[in-house]
């Protein structure tokens, strides 16, 4: 399987639209360092960087790019939020 990173803000936009309608979301990212598929435990924000649990080295999401895993289902009352 083939990952793939997209703009930052672009991803923000897109992901809001499913939590707004109701459903979670979890950011993910690719360390840049070792290349490993990070995936955020915190659903519904979005992080400007990340730290890769493989190397331990900090990844800067805004300008690298990042995805989301889609939870369908039921999550009223959520809103995405940027977390420095």
Do not use: W
């Not at 290349?35 to 990340?50: E, H, I, W, Y």
């Not at 805004?62 to 009223?76: H, P, S």
């Amino acid at each position: 399987m083939t990952t793939k990173d997209f703009r930052f803000t672009e991803v923000v936009q897109q992901a809001s639209q499913y939590i707004e309608a109701g459903h979670t979301v979890h950011q993910k990212f690719t360390c840049h360092r070792c290349g490993s598929r990070q995936t955020m435990d915190v659903p519904n924000k979005f992080f400007l960087a990340g730290k890769c649990e493989e190397c331990g080295a900090v990844t800067d999401i805004q300008a690298r790019g990042c995805n989301y895993v889609l939870v369908t289902g039921v999550n009223k009352g959520f809103s995405a939020e940027t977390i420095q």
